[in-house]
C-alpha cells in the first residue's frame, strides 16, 4: 500500500533558523513526489516536486530512495514561509496520496 | 491567472439527501480530481477522471458517490445518500495533459456539512 507519512503535526522555529519538514513514504513502485503548500486563506497549490529539481522560494527536496524520504528544506526560514504544507506521492497511474501535513510556524 | 473554482463555498444538508458539488476546472486542462479533507485529518484522494471516465478511484469512492462533466466546462461530485461522515472539505482539481499531466491546479474547496 502506498502510504506518505509526515511525523510532526507542528513545527516552530524562528526567523533565520534552518528548517526541515519530514516526510517518508512507502511505495514498491517509482514514485513522484511532491510539496504542496496552503498558505492562511489560500488554496492548496504545488510547491515542488522531485522531478523538477528546482528550488522553490528557497526550498528543496531530494528523494532519498534507500531511506524511503522527501525531506523539505529551507537554510534561513522566513515569516511568510508560515503555512501548512502537505507531502504528497503519486503512483505510476493517475492516482494521488497525501500526507497528514505539517503546521510550519516562522517565528519572527 | 486561470484558476479551478468551486461552488458552493458551503453546503449543509440532511442526512439521507443527495448533494452535488460543482467544479470548473482550468479550461485547457485534461485530468479532473476530487478529493476530501475531513476536519483535522489529511486530504484524501477520491478519483480521477480523464477522457470523460473515471481513471482511478479510492475505496472511500464507493457507489454513493459518482462524478460528471456534463459539459465542456463543468466537473461534478454527486453523493446520492449523504451519512453524518461525509461531513469534509472537498477539493476538485485539475491539470494539463502529458508532462505536466501532475502539476494539480486545486480549488479553494466546498465544505460539506451533514446535519
Known amino acids: 500500500a502506498q502510504r506518505v507519512t509526515q511525523p510532526e503535526k507542528l513545527l516552530s522555529v524562528f526567523k533565520g533558523a534552518p528548517v526541515e519538514l519530514k516526510c517518508n513514504y512507502s511505495y514498491s513502485g517509482s514514485p513522484e513526489l511532491f510539496w504542496y503548500v496552503q498558505y492562511s486563506r489560500q488554496r492548496l497549490q504545488l510547491l515542488l516536486r522531485h522531478i523538477s529539481r528546482e528550488s522553490i522560494k528557497g526550498f528543496t527536496a531530494d528523494l532519498n530512495k534507500g531511506e524511503t524520504s522527501f525531506h523539505l528544506k529551507k537554510p534561513f526560514a522566513q515569516e511568510e514561509d508560515s503555512a501548512m504544507y502537505y507531502c504528497a506521492l503519486n503512483n505510476t497511474g493517475n492516482q494521488f496520496y497525501f500526507g497528514t501535513g505539517t503546521s510550519l510556524t516562522v517565528i519572527p | 491567472e486561470p484558476e479551478v473554482t468551486q461552488t458552493p463555498s458551503h453546503q449543509v444538508t440532511q442526512m439521507g439527501q443527495e448533494v452535488i458539488l460543482r467544479c470548473v476546472p482550468i479550461?485547457?486542462?485534461?485530468?479532473f480530481y476530487w478529493y476530501r479533507q475531513i476536519l483535522g485529518q489529511k486530504v484524501e484522494f477520491l478519483v480521477s477522471f480523464y477522457n470523460n471516465e473515471i481513471s482511478e478511484k479510492s475505496e472511500i469512492f464507493d457507489d454513493q458517490f459518482s462524478v460528471e462533466r456534463p459539459d465542456g466546462s463543468n466537473f461534478t461530485l454527486k453523493i446520492r445518500s449523504t451519512k453524518l461522515e461525509d461531513s469534509a472539505m472537498y477539493f476538485c482539481?485539475?491539470?494539463?495533459?502529458?508532462?505536466?499531466?501532475?502539476?494539480?491546479?486545486f480549488g479553494a474547496g466546498t465544505r460539506l456539512s451533514v446535519l
Open positions: 479550461s485547457n486542462h485534461l485530468y
Open positions: 482539481a485539475s491539470t494539463q495533459g502529458d508532462l505536466a499531466k501532475n502539476i494539480q491546479y
